[in-house]
Structure formats: structure tokens, C-alpha cells
């Protein structure tokens, strides 16, 4: 069985700053993809960033990026320029390249502060 | 096109009441994923629609929970007998196609159906 662990409950930065939210997972698979996914209050999960495990070239996508170390199990994501509607839940999940349904860690509360 | 969409967005019911949830997945995507959100437990899968194949229910907690998916499209989540613990956000969401064959089979989610057992 895979877990992945979220270990900031919460988090806060000031806008314009750049934050780093973690992830660490345990898995026995080779094959596998990550991702970030953000949740507002609005309840709706927005995919943020994605991974494939056997790329060594972490993802970016205009402000976000990760940190990928597939020998550490570890999946970090980084803001870079938070903005206010940044605020939200932030989730690592993970999924089995012949699998189907995403792990998600724990979550982490963001808050981005004027 | 449009994106999932769930209905209703909140529900409260009494316990030892039925209750149906619906999803409306983006359309051609043949993959549909039921997922449940609530404080203690995080976000736990819960069933798996791929085509024509049989569902992957091993998600589900009880035998309380059922769902299926007409046409290969929409899906209903049912919930017999409610009991408090089963309140939660129930999230959908649906993809273009099983990862079998390859490809990062993003899953795109609904907003939910938050669920209130008195």
C-alpha cells in the first residue's frame, strides 16, 4: 500500500514571497505519477502541477513548481510570487502508472497574507 | 467544454434516510472516480467507473454504499440507511481514459456534494 504524508497542517506567507510546501510518499512501485492538487473554499480540486516518476526534470507551470527526489520519496511544491488567491487547501497525491485511484496526503492549509 | 458537475451541491438528511448523489462527468471522459472528504479521514477513494468493465469498488466502507454509472456517462452514489459518521464531501471526477495504456490520466474533479446526516 502507498501513503503519502503532508507534514505543515498549516502554512502563511506574504504576498509576493515564495513558500515551500512538502511532501514525502512511500511506495514499492517504480511507475507512478505525482500531483499538487489546490482546493479553495469553493470546495472545487484544481490540478496545480503533475509529475511522472520517471522523469529526473521537475515540472513547472508559470508560478509553481516542484522539487522532485525520487530516492528521497519527496515531492515539494514551491510558489513563487504568492498572490491572494493562492489561499487555499494544497494536496500531494499520488497514483500507480496502471492504477486508478489518487492517495492524497493530509493536506496543507495556505494562507497568503496581504 | 463544461467541467464535472455534481448535484446537490449540499444535502441534509436524517439518520437511517437514503440518499442519491449524482455526476455528471466532462463529456468523453470514460473514467469516473467517487472520492469522500471529511475531517477525521481525509480524502479517501471510494469506487471506480472504466468503461464497460466492472467497477473497482474496493473504496467502498460499508455495504450501505452502492453506485452506478448509466450509459457510461452520468453516475448516482447511494447511501442507505445513513448514519452520522457518513457525513462528508462527496467528490467526483472523471478522466479521459484508464492509465493502463500510459499518459498522466489527469483526474479533473466536481465541487461536491457536502453531505449533513442529523
Known amino acids: 500500500a502507498q501513503t503519502v504524508t503532508q507534514s505543515q497542517p498549516e502554512m502563511s506567507v506574504q504576498e509576493a514571497e515564495t513558500v515551500t510546501l512538502s511532501c514525502t510518499y512511500d511506495?514499492?512501485?517504480?511507475?507512478?505519477?505525482l500531483f499538487w492538487y489546490k482546493q479553495p473554499p469553493s470546495r472545487q480540486m484544481i490540478l496545480v502541477i503533475r509529475?511522472?516518476?520517471?522523469?529526473?526534470q521537475n515540472a513547472t507551470e508559470n508560478r509553481f513548481s516542484v522539487n522532485f527526489q525520487k530516492a528521497a520519496k519527496s515531492f515539494s511544491l514551491k510558489i513563487s510570487d504568492s498572490q491572494l488567491g493562492d489561499t487555499a487547501m494544497y494536496f500531494c497525491?499520488?497514483?500507480?502508472?496502471?492504477?486508478?485511484?489518487?492517495?492524497f496526503g493530509g493536506g496543507t492549509r495556505l494562507m497568503v497574507k496581504p | 467544454g463544461a467541467g464535472v458537475s455534481q448535484s446537490p451541491s449540499n444535502k441534509v438528511t436524517e439518520k437511517g434516510k437514503d440518499v442519491e448523489l449524482r455526476c455528471d462527468p466532462i463529456?468523453?471522459?470514460?473514467?469516473l472516480y467517487w472520492y469522500r472528504q471529511s475531517l477525521g479521514q481525509g480524502l479517501e477513494f471510494l469506487i471506480y467507473?472504466?468503461?464497460?468493465?466492472?467497477?473497482?469498488k474496493s473504496g467502498l466502507p460499508s455495504d450501505r454504499f452502492s453506485a452506478e454509472r448509466t450509459g457510461g456517462s452520468v453516475s448516482t452514489l447511494t447511501i442507505q440507511r445513513t448514519q452520522q459518521e457518513d457525513s462528508a464531501v462527496y467528490l467526483c471526477?472523471?478522466?479521459?481514459?484508464?492509465?493502463?495504456?500510459?499518459?498522466?490520466?489527469?483526474?479533473?474533479f466536481g465541487p461536491g456534494t457536502r453531505l449533513t446526516v442529523l
Open positions: 497525491a499520488l497514483r500507480y502508472n496502471a492504477g486508478n485511484m489518487l492517495t
Open positions: 509529475q511522472e516518476a520517471y522523469k529526473q
Open positions: 511506495t514499492s512501485e517504480n511507475n507512478y505519477y
Open positions: 463529456s468523453g471522459h470514460t473514467a
Open positions: 471526477a472523471s478522466s479521459l481514459a484508464s492509465s493502463s495504456g500510459g499518459g498522466t490520466d489527469t483526474q479533473y
Open positions: 467507473f472504466q468503461g464497460n468493465s466492472a467497477p473497482d
